[in-house]
């Protein structure tokens, strides 16, 4: 998680954005040999190599932290990407269905065992999903000092548009920003939003609410069988 802290947190995003759409291209995970799969088992390999040498690393106290990288981490990983997200999407218009969202729950254990996540404990359901979600949230240390608020801080200001940018790309990258601080102001909890450093939310929160109308009523339209 540390390489999405300071200037490295935009290429970070977007490497992990490149994953997602890797794996997430049809028939991907389950085709031998694709370019999904590939990607899969190198996140695999990748998270052997780091576990070792930030195990060694003498920063790291495994006899109060674990192994890094550990089943527990990973798999909360991959439980807060399923139904989290899924129904976070209704605030923004997009209306999600129990389909929809059981589909990603499954996508994402299958996708969890090609990295090395055992399924044991995966929870099966929306309920599950949320019960452990609230045990894991009320069971935080908030221990990572600056280390987690630099973490935190550095995914809005990824966006930020550069001083040396100019013309369509700057004002892209200013809607961009826009955009990812107002996903921020959103998706945190509000008391650790107003404990850190973020970018003005209310431009974004103006023109998410500007534009709710016309993304509720096209998923409207989206779930009304043909």
Avoid: C
Wanted: glycine fraction near 8%; avoid cysteine; aromatic fraction near 10%.
């Amino acid at each position: 998680a540390g390489g999405y802290a300071g200037d490295n947190a935009l290429r970070r995003f977007l490497e992990t954005s490149q994953f997602w759409i890797d794996v997430s291209e049809p028939g991907a995970l389950l085709t031998p040999g694709s370019k999904g799969r590939a990607t899969a088992m190198l996140v695999r390999v990748m998270h052997v190599s780091v576990r070792r040498r930030v195990a060694d690393n003498p920063e790291w106290h495994s006899e109060k932290w674990g192994l890094p990288i550990s089943q527990a981490y990973m798999l909360l990983t991959l439980v807060g990407g399923s139904v989290v997200p899924a129904l976070a999407l209704w605030i923004l218009g997009v209306q999600t269905t129990r389909k929809e969202i059981y589909d990603l729950i499954h996508f994402q254990r299958y996708m969890g065992h090609i990295v090395g996540v055992r399924s044991t404990w995966y929870p099966e359901t929306i309920a599950d999903t949320l019960r452990l979600l609230a045990i894991v949230g009320t069971a935080r240390s908030y221990d990572s000092g600056p280390a987690g608020a630099e973490l935190i801080e550095s995914f809005p200001q990824a966006f930020a548009p550069r001083d040396d940018h100019s013309g369509l790309q700057k004002l892209r990258e200013r809607y961009n920003g826009m955009i990812y601080a107002t996903y921020a102001r959103l998706f945190m909890f509000p008391q650790t939003y107003a404990k850190h450093d973020m970018p003005n939310a209310i431009p974004g929160l103006l023109w998410v609410g500007a534009r709710y109308p016309a993304v509720a009523a096209v998923e409207t339209l989206r779930r009304i069988p043909p």
